[in-house]
């Protein structure tokens, strides 16, 4: 199974609530919930696209720092609070995932820890062994 590795933000709601950004058991990452927010500060506006943008640019640094890449990640969560801009929100998941195509699914949900929040990303990542 492997050694398991947590990742940390430094983000002080890790220790309080109990949780990594991202945990590596083996060849799999799991990167936890994912917003547009940079210590502290709301990242894309009240834009779902920008916000969409910058979180999926979060995931794709944990995932680095993890030893994988984005060509890992075979599945994608996106929670959204309005389904309506989904296409918004689906343009920035194609731009990083396009030639990818994880398996994904997008829920609407009624409100974030912080109202600011347009949209919340999970992913998972299993690095392929090499031939």
């Known amino acids: ?3 398991r590795i947590n990742y940390s933000s430094g983000s002080k709601w890790e ?3 109990g949780y990594s950004r991202a945990v590596r058991v083996g060849n799999t990452i799991e990167v ?5 927010d940079d210590q502290g500060t709301l990242m894309g506006g009240n834009d ?3 916000q969409t943008k ?8 944990v995932l680095k720092e993890a030893g994988a890449d984005l060509k890992d990640v075979v599945r994608t969560r996106m929670y959204v609070v309005n389904i309506d801009q989904w296409e918004e ?3 920035a998941h ?6 990818i195509k994880p398996a994904t699914t997008m829920i609407e949900v009624s409100r974030f820890i912080a109202p600011e929040y347009l949209v919340e990303i999970e992913a998972t990542a299993i690095i392929q062994e090499s031939d």
């Open 15 to 17: 220790d309080i609530v």
């Open 94 to 99: 194609q731009e990083f995932f396009g030639e």
């Open 48 to 50: 779902p696209y920008e």
């Open 54 to 61: 910058f979180a999926l640019s979060k995931i794709e640094s």
């Open 1 to 3: 199974m492997g050694n």
């Open 32 to 36: 936890t919930g994912t917003v547009a």
């Open 89 to 91: 929100i689906g343009k």
